[in-house]
């Protein structure tokens, strides 16, 4: 009875398509992310330089006047350097992702992806450690360390503390971002592999 087979099953073209549709529009979703996130550590990151760079206050102790400045905590300088660096880098890589929905384009070669994928990595990696070594400093600024003898800065300098914790939870979100992009990158590398994988079992 052949006409039981009418409509039923879907054939192999029909699969193909709906299998190629189904990961443009994943890799548009990553892709649209990967934007989002790379705009938001642009933009965190000139927020947290801005707020660290510009911060000062004037105290004056017994007739002598002392300016606290981010350039006097080397962890402040560090903070300032990466977050420079990685919101440039991150502007640069955002540029690239509107070229590249612009085109078209779905996937990247190996050694592009493979650039892409270790310059998010350094970037990550220098983010948390300006951001560790920023915060242990507040801390040190905060709380003092009585063992050492190191008093409490931010009793003096109140309004210079407020901001540059300020800077550091901006900094703090670009390096959260800074990791999750490292993983899109690492994703959008290693598909690649496994596109390949596909085609050569496809052709057995």
């Given at each position: 009875m052949s006409y039981l087979g009418v409509g039923v099953g879907v054939s192999p073209g029909n699969a193909a398509v709906s299998h190629k549709t189904d990961s443009r529009v994943a890799d548009r979703r990553v892709r649209v992310a990967e934007l989002v996130l790379r705009c938001l550590i642009?933009?965190?990151?000139?927020?947290?330089?801005?707020?660290v760079a510009t911060d000062t206050q004037i105290k004056e102790i017994f007739s002598i006047?002392?300016?606290?400045?981010?350039?006097?905590m080397k962890a402040l300088v560090f903070l300032v350097t990466a977050n420079g660096i990685v919101a440039a880098y991150s502007l640069v890589q955002a540029l690239r992702c509107v070229v590249s929905m612009v085109r078209g384009n779905a996937l990247f070669s190996k050694p592009l992806a493979w650039v892409i994928f270790s310059g998010d990595q350094v970037m990550a990696y220098v983010m948390v450690a300006a951001v560790g070594a920023a915060?242990?400093?507040?801390?040190?600024?905060?709380l003092g360390q009585t063992e050492l003898q190191w008093m409490k800065i931010c009793n003096m300098y109140d309004k210079f503390c407020n901001q540059v914790g300020e800077g550091i939870a901006s900094a703090v979100l670009v390096s959260l971002s800074t990791v999750v992009i490292s993983c899109i990158s690492a994703f959008n590398l290693f598909r690649l592999y496994g596109s390949n994988k596909a085609k050569s079992s496809a052709t057995w």
């Open positions: 642009s933009a965190f990151g000139l927020i947290a330089c801005v707020l006047q002392k300016k606290a400045k981010f350039t006097d915060a242990q400093s507040a801390v040190f600024a905060k």
